[in-house]
DNA sequence: CTCGATCCCTGGACGC
DNA sequence: TGCGTCCAGGGATCGA
């Protein structure tokens, strides 16, 4: 699931590989996940891919403006653009030889002028690819928040502490801080003892300049391994991270905690499963967490749990 | 403003 | 072995 470590490690990845070659033609295969399918067949081919840069969980490829020779069939529309990825939750995106036999659930393939394909695979297509000018490139990026690395001790509190959400919504909305997700969120909510219930008001300036400091130091710490593979994530040369073996909260239910021991749990917070430790990170209210998994974890749940949220089976 | 619910989509895990 | 069901989750959207 890639988020900002995981994008970071594919855009540096691709920046090594693709870099100042120029994009020959277009294939497509689904395209529902594409903003306009017919702009990139149109303004790609052409085109140098001049910069790849990380904006929260996007890559931004920087495209250059048309050339002399293929002006002539834009319409005009020869100044530099730019290609935007989101990888969702399975988009994977690398070079490979135009020879080689396509993976299940390639959508896009972008011929290059060495021989290579630049191919983006997703098979849930939770992605997104949008070509974009540059007004259209501004006004996508606009309604984003503030990039967790670099975001200050002031404006962190600011952004957090004035919010009634829960902290663990605050992480994962884009506009408040651009490329932290589920995995990010939890692990640095542990890090700092913060249940992921709290909400933002209810945090001391104190405590939201540990969690910022934890947040900056994971995040940091993923980037230099790469990532964090928990199903599917490969980086641009098809390597998976190593940032999953030092989780500490995320997807360790029943667990126990690095620091007391005590039995990690798991609660359904901002809709999203949150595991924290029960004794490390003290819950506001009395917020419950879901049963202890076991071998009938299933059957506890649905009948145990009072109004589960999710079980309005599609009739 | 904040919440939960719903949808998108597919593969993998699990129960029977 | 196979079938059905649940679940993962980022993001958009809608109604409360």
């Known amino acids: 699931m890639p988020e900002l470590p995981e994008v970071e490690t594919v855009a540096r990845g691709l920046r090594q590989a693709i870099l100042g070659r120029r994009i020959l033609s277009v294939t497509l295969g689904k395209t529902d996940f594409i903003d306009d399918p017919a702009a ?18 996007f890559m931004l490829l920087r495209l250059s403006a048309v050339n002399e020779e293929t002006r002539a069939a834009t319409n005009g529309d020869a100044a ?21 036999p396509l993976e299940k659930h390639t959508h896009v393939c972008l011929l290059l002028d060495d021989g290579r394909e630049l191919r983006y695979t997703d098979a849930r297509r939770f992605g997104r690819i949008a070509y974009l000018t540059k007004t259209s490139l501004a006004e996508e990026l606009a309604g984003f928040g503030a990039d967790p690395l670099e975001v200050s001790k002031e404006e962190f509190a600011n952004r957090i502490c004035e919010r009634r959400a829960r902290i663990k919504a605050l992480l994962l909305d884009q506009s408040v801080l651009r490329g932290v997700g589920n995995i990010y969120a939890d692990e ?3 890090r700092a003892r913060i249940h992921p219930a709290r909400l933002g008001t209810k945090l001391s300036g104190k405590d939201a300049e540990t969690l910022r400091r934890a947040l900056q130091d994971i995040l940091r710490k993923a980037i230099v391994l790469r990532g964090s593979s928990i199903s599917d994530f490969l980086d641009a ?3 998976p991270g190593e940032y999953q073996r030092h989780h500490r909260a995320y997807g360790r239910e029943g667990k126990k905690c690095y620091r007391c021991k005590t039995a990690i749990r798991r609660a ?4 999203r499963s949150s595991y924290f430790c029960p004794r490390c990170q ?5 917020f419950a967490a879901l049963p202890l998994p076991g071998k009938n974890r299933r059957k506890a749940e649905r009948r145990g749990a009072g109004k589960s949220p999710r079980n309005t089976g599609k009739s």
């Open 237 to 239: 040369a098809g390597e």
């Open 40 to 57: 990139l067949e149109q303004h790609l081919p052409g085109r140098q891919i001049e910069a790849v840069e990380r904006y929260g969980k």
């Open 188 to 190: 640095s909510l542990w």
């Open 268 to 271: 359904i917070v901002a809709g």
């Open 80 to 100: 530099p653009a730019s290609l935007l990825v989101h990888l969702g939750m399975t988009g994977q995106i690398a070079p490979s030889p135009a020879g080689q």
């Open 282 to 286: 003290p819950s506001p209210r009395s």
